[in-house]
T-cell receptor, first 111, second 113 residues
Framework: DAGVTQSPTHLIKTRGQQVTLRCSPK?????VSWYQQALGQGPQFIFQ???????QRGNFPDRFSGHQFPNYSSELNVNALLLGDSALYLC??????????FGDGTRLSIL | GESVGLHLPTLSVQEGDNSIINCAYS??????FIWYKQESGKGPQFIID?????DKRQGQRVTVLLNKTVKHLSLQIAATQPGDSAVYFC????????????FGKGTTLSVSS
């Protein structure tokens, strides 16, 4: 049973560019959450998707957007990249009211 | 405010010792708490969770204690092994288990043999 898978594992972009990160949830999980983890910090909640709708959003600007597909997979899009967007982006999936399980993340570096 | 158990950014123990990692949470309305272990280059790995209607829960070699009076959470690891070396995070959920997790400051556990 595959866990949460994320792609790509690493990505290098330049300021002003746009990026799309992808996540496949653990089999059967219908809820997907995205987190940003800066070096040496705990993950910070970006948003959560359930039934293809954004259910909850953290304190991130509109440059961060997402999507959930009918098969529960999800994308995170970031526009107009800033140097401060360099981080590990984590996807977590879960059943409702069950623990969130994380993928190994996408390491995004902005030059 | 100050919690009963101080948060330590690092904890060093000998193999076979018991480890106690402390965490102070911020929201008195939080009703669900989780501990995660994060190894270098990996995502957080679920260890154990506890709901606010409990004050103790045990897993395999791990125990979580919840003190709602002082908003304090602790993770006890019995017979610590080198493979337990990692960063440990506590997380709280103010709503229900499926929604946003608020992570605390991590504690780096180093186990020497």
């Amino acid at each position: 049973d595959a866990g949460v898978t994320q792609s790509p594992t690493h990505l290098i972009k330049t300021r002003g560019q746009q990026v799309t990160l992808r996540c496949s949830p653990k089999s059967g999980h219908d809820t997907v959450s995205w987190y940003q983890q800066a070096l040496g910090q705990g993950p910070q909640f970006i948003f959560q998707y359930y039934e293809e709708e954004e259910r909850q959003r953290g304190n991130f600007p509109d440059r961060f957007s997402g999507h959930q597909f009918p098969n529960y997979s999800s994308e995170l899009n970031v526009n107009a990249l800033l140097l401060g967007d360099s981080a590990l982006y984590l996807c977590a999936s879960s059943y409702p009211n069950q623990p969130q399980h994380f993928g190994d993340g996408t390491r995004l570096s902005i030059l | 405010g100050e919690s009963v158990g101080l948060h330590l950014p690092t904890l060093s123990v000998q193999e076979g010792d018991n480890s106690i990692i402390n965490c102070a949470y911020s929201n008195s309305a939080s009703d669900y708490f989780i501990w995660y272990k994060q190894e270098s280059g990996k995502g957080p790995q679920f260890i154990i969770d506890i709901r606010s209607n409990m004050d103790k829960r045990q897993g395999q070699r791990v125990t979580v204690l919840l003190n709602k009076t002082v908003k304090h959470l602790s993770l006890q690891i019995a017979a610590t092994q080198p493979g337990d070396s990692a960063v440990y995070f506590c997380a709280e959920n103010p709503n229900q288990a499926g929604t946003a997790l608020i992570f605390g400051k991590g504690t780096t556990l180093s186990v020497s043999s």
